[in-house]
């Protein structure tokens, strides 16, 4: 590490409540030469409302991070100080900065994180679900297919899963979800640190009754699989074979999901009928 070079601080915000800013925050973007922000405009605000005195911004995003590092790196060097910020709560968990850290790491920069303000860990302290152990997620894909593949390799494993989702997807995403991951505890929370703040509690697979009109950021929590056997009456194996083989999954990545919806019936067992039912697709 070169005893010249500046320092780049990965600085976490507030998720809704300016009084989140921690004093060490305060005195740190306070003193930086330039604040790297996902949205300047946004970033400004926040810290307006937070009493920080801006000493200036240069935009990151994932537009064009690539493109800056160059220039950011040799301001570094130079040494340099500066922040980087995401639009809200922990930088790098679902928004941009990676390449930035990594470079840094790479040409001996230092980085020092200004922990503070996360939606995932705030989440998991007050949903009720079980905390640990956890995946975060971040945004899934948008499209029905890509979501199901996304989900469908959680199947098998005892996490909490935990991601962010809009609110004009959040319908189809639960959706999705329940038809990869089965009957789980799950929590919504939305609007955290914030006047209306709510955590709903649901089962993944009763999702359809959460309500329509919501607004606010969301941040979805999936606990592990239930403990205990599900009988096959309540799931119908072959449906959720010919579903999965339909979306595309192949003949072990089947027998994995519908394991995970039917744990009274074995892998072997279902792959068998896999084989058997393509078998009958096949000559059709």
Not at 102 to 118: K, Q
Not at 233 to 249: M, Q, S, T, Y
Not at 260 to 284: C, F, H, M, W
Request: proline share 7%; hydrophobic share 40%.
């Amino acid at each position: 590490m070169s005893s010249s070079s500046g320092t780049l601080w990965v600085t976490a915000t507030p998720i809704g409540n300016p009084g989140d800013l921690s004093p060490r925050a305060v005195q740190v973007l306070s003193g930086v030469w330039r604040i790297l922000a996902e949205d300047t405009r946004r970033s400004g605000l926040l810290l307006a409302r937070c009493g920080v005195r801006s000493p200036g911004f240069l935009s990151l995003h994932e537009h064009n991070e690539v493109r800056r590092l160059p220039a950011v790196l040799g301001l570094l060097r130079s040494g340099r100080d500066m922040a980087l910020l995401s639009d809200a709560g922990t930088p790098l968990l679902s928004d941009p900065g990676y390449r930035l850290v990594r470079a840094c790491r790479e040409d001996g920069i230092r980085v020092s994180p200004l922990p503070g303000p996360s939606a995932v860990c705030a989440a998991l302290s007050a949903a009720g679900v079980a905390p640990l152990p956890f995946a975060f997620l971040g945004f899934p894909p948008r499209g029905r297919r890509e979501r199901e593949q996304f989900f469908a390799p959680y199947a098998d494993l005892k996490l909490t899963l935990v991601f962010f989702e809009r609110k004009d997807r959040l319908a189809a995403c639960l959706r999705d979800a329940a038809k990869m991951l089965g009957r789980r505890e799950a929590c919504l929370a939305r609007e955290m640190t914030k006047t209306h703040e709510e955590f709903i509690a649901f089962f993944l697979d009763e999702a359809y009754a959460l309500p329509v009109d919501m607004k606010g950021e969301m941040t979805v929590l999936i606990g592990p699989p239930e403990h205990g056997e599900r009988t096959a009456e309540r799931e119908n194996p072959d449906a959720l074979i010919r579903e999965a083989l339909l979306v595309g999954f192949g003949a072990r990545e089947t027998a994995r999901i519908v394991r995970a919806r039917i744990p009274a019936l074995t892998l072997k067992e279902i792959y068998r009928r896999v084989q058997e039912l393509k078998a009958l697709s096949d000559n059709g």
